[in-house]
């Protein structure tokens, strides 16, 4: 996540005080330090904050204060519920672990600061991908295996069609969708006993690498009661998306995307079942990539997408 320098703030500012003597104090030698701000681009005002000469630094986010489209809902109700989730993960997987919120300033959520190379940097270089890849694979199968509940399949269509409605189709693409969709539902390739808690939101930018180990961040779109493969399918979207949009040809993520999910994968059978029920799973990330683009590449990813769901019929 790329942050740009926006101010310095000194004693006397209430949030940077907050911060130093209500979230961080035991982090600071120094509590009279200033505290510079870099902002990121997100779907709500994201800011680093640097406390300068204490070789530490906090992520708050701000849930009253979206800047993507989704505007009208419940702040504090999205602050509690991310807290919460980063809560349960930190439990099982390295993430950058809540520290406070404080619905005075805006509906603050305050992390630890991940420093480090991002999955996105590595897919673009291309450089160790396989190896982390791996590591994002037994990350995720640790979340999965250690949070099974009940499954809901009803709230995987439900969230498809959500995403079909954001992209506004044509009747007749609607159509094609609605039919293929239907099939998967009436099919019992999706269905399963248990579910589990998912991260979801499985962007590139959203696994950071630090000394050698894999960190997730932004659990404010994670589920519970949601099959695994989910997971698997987005960020295998994410990866031939990528290599389409970087690299010439979404082909060349084949053997990364074949290695991530056999290390994923407990056996060969369950390699098996994965890579049946991955593209409805890889669909909707593709479409979900398609919601940010336009022109050419938005309808490449419309006609993949389309192409994935086809999948139920050769079942």
């Given at each position: 996540?790329?942050?740009q ?9 209430p949030?940077?005080d ?6 961080v104090?035991d ?19 994201v ?5 300068k ?27 509690m ?11 099982i ?5 809540p520290?406070?919120?404080n619905k ?9 600061y ?13 450089k ?19 949070t099974?509940?009940s ?10 069609h ?21 099939k ?21 930018s ?6 050698g ?9 994670s589920w519970?009661h949601a ?13 031939k ?6 690299k010439?040809?979404?082909w ?11 290390e994923?994968?407990?056996d060969?059978?369950?390699?098996t079942y ?7 799973f890889?669909?909707i990330?593709?479409?979900r990539s398609?919601?940010?683009h336009?022109?050419s590449?938005r ?17």
């Amino acid at each position: 996540m790329a942050y740009q320098y926006v101010n310095t703030l000194s004693s006397g500012n209430p949030f940077r005080d907050w911060l130093v003597e209500k979230v961080v104090t035991d982090r600071l030698k120094n509590k009279h330090c200033l505290v510079d701000v870099y902002k990121s681009n997100s779907s709500h005002t994201v800011c680093k904050y640097h406390f300068k000469g204490q070789h530490y630094s906090v992520v708050a986010k701000f849930f009253s204060e979206p800047t993507g489209q989704l505007k009208n809902y419940n702040a504090y109700k999205g602050m509690m519920k991310e807290y919460r989730n980063l809560e349960r993960a930190s439990s099982i997987i390295n993430v950058a672990k809540p520290l406070a919120v404080n619905k005075k300033f805006n509906c603050a959520l305050v992390t630890e600061y991940i420093p480090g190379k991002s999955l996105g940097w590595y897919i673009k270089h291309e450089k160790k991908l396989d190896e982390r890849l791996t590591a994002i694979a037994h990350m995720l199968r640790r979340l999965h295996d250690n949070t099974t509940s009940s499954y809901n399949k009803e709230n995987e269509f439900k969230n498809y069609h959500e995403v079909l409605g954001h992209l506004k189709l044509d009747h007749d693409t609607r159509k094609t969708f609605n039919k293929l969709l239907g099939k998967w539902w009436y099919s019992s390739w999706l269905d399963r006993e248990c579910g589990c808690m998912v991260h979801r939101d499985v962007n590139p930018s959203n696994y950071i690498f630090y000394e050698g180990k894999p960190y997730a961040i932004d659990f404010e779109s994670s589920w519970s009661h949601a099959h695994p493969v989910r997971d698997l399918g987005i960020l295998t979207a994410e990866l031939k998306n990528e290599f389409k949009w970087y690299k010439g040809g979404s082909w060349k993520a084949e053997p990364y995307i074949g290695n991530f999910l056999w290390e994923y994968s407990n056996d060969e059978k369950d390699f098996t079942y994965i890579t049946k029920v991955l593209p409805f799973f890889m669909s909707i990330g593709l479409l979900r990539s398609a919601r940010i683009h336009r022109g050419s590449h938005r309808n490449y990813l419309i006609k993949e997408a389309r192409k994935c769901l086809k999948a139920i019929n050769k079942g």
